[in-house]
């Protein structure tokens, strides 16, 4: 059976082409399936009934399901989707009151090799890639399920993207082509892959890259996040530099702010000296406990005194909006409580 979320066009035709049908056909599933975003075959009213039930006994619109769905009383929704195989991976969707987007943060990997000391996901170490069809099932999934068109798509979720790059530039592409979704609205996060960061910088990439820097130098960085012992800061910054220098474009600088870990005036210095000359804009994360470690969450005024001195060493600096607070809305929360 065929599945119609994830082809491209040329795909579609080949398949209206089997049926006997022509080409104007594949734009009007294609259309169906990524801007209008049904359920099923039955609601693609301007195919013909006939037309329909050939269709239905050689293909369906999708086979993930959703395992558990979550709403949060800011309006973020996560979803746990199944695929097939029963693996499940994490999917949220934030709205923000004051501006018109939409956003989707998608799991690119089922586990994660990296292990940050932080995250749920990294505690159940790797299990496998997503192919491109079931990272763009799971925006589909969000429009099927809300009616609501997705404007942003960040690579936040489960997974280190760039471990899996072939399949995330591939789902890009499709957000890109097929959901009709500005490069420019398209976030790719990395812990610091380097050799990836390097082919990143060949690519001539339009979106965003965010990097989980989440430390000041590299003992605290080790302790959070093991990847620093495999490409330690120092390194990290020349790919960051040739990063912005080749491709001209600014990338996101994440930093997990962590009660009397990271949230220093010290840490503050070194942080705006390690990124001095990057091109970048900063965003500041209040850490979200979970019950599986010990980590705190600073008090607001250490927040707002380190995003003062980062302001004061010329970058821009936002704080990231906490969203589904009331749910388990930080990375491998919702999927550690399943399995
Ligand atoms: S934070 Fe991201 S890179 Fe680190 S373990 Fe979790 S999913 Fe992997």
Not at 15 to 23: F, N, Q, R, Y
Not at 317 to 328: N, S
Request: a positive charge; charged letters at 25%.
């Amino acid at each position: 059976m065929e599945i119609l979320s994830g082809l491209n066009l040329e795909e579609f035709e080949a398949l209206t082409e089997k049926l006997g049908a022509s080409k104007f056909r594949a734009r009007q599933i294609h259309n169906w399936i990524y801007l209008k975003s049904v359920k099923e075959i039955d609601e693609m009213t301007d195919l013909s009934v006939k037309f329909r039930e050939q269709l239905k006994e050689v293909a369906k619109v999708t086979d993930t399901k959703i395992k558990v769905k979550q709403t949060s009383s800011d309006g973020t929704i996560k979803y746990l989707l199944e695929y097939p195989d029963g693996e499940c991976v994490e999917t949220v969707l934030m709205r923000f009151d004051n501006r018109a987007n939409l956003t989707a943060c998608v799991s690119s990997q089922v586990g994660c090799a990296v292990n940050c000391s932080f995250c749920a996901t990294g505690k159940r170490g790797f299990i496998r890639n997503l192919n491109y069809k079931e990272i763009i099932e799971q925006v589909l999934t969000i429009q099927r399920d809300t009616g609501l068109k997705v404007t942003n798509i960040v690579f936040m979720g489960q997974g280190e993207p760039l471990l899996n790059l072939d399949n995330v530039l591939k789902a890009m592409k499709i957000f890109n082509e097929d959901f009709q979704i500005g490069a420019r609205r398209l976030t790719v996060s990395t812990s610091g892959i380097i050799p990836q960061i390097n082919k990143l910088a060949q690519l001539d990439m339009q979106s965003t890259l965010a990097l989980s820097l989440h430390a000041s130098n590299h003992e605290t960085r080790a302790k959070l996040m093991q990847i620093e012992n495999k490409y330690p800061m120092d390194e990290l910054h020349k790919a960051l530099k040739k990063y912005t220098d080749k491709t001209g474009r600014r990338i996101t600088i994440e930093y997990l702010l962590i009660k009397d870990l990271n949230d220093t005036a010290q840490c503050a210095k070194e942080l705006a000296w390690y990124l001095k000359d990057i091109k970048c804009n900063i965003n500041l994360i209040p850490y979200n406990p979970t019950e599986k470690n010990d980590y705190q969450r600073p008090s607001n005024n250490s927040i707002m005194k380190f995003k003062y001195l980062m302001e004061h060493s010329g970058k821009k600096v936002t704080i990231r909006l906490e969203r589904g607070a009331d749910i388990d809305a930080a990375c491998g929360q919702l999927r550690g409580k399943i399995k």
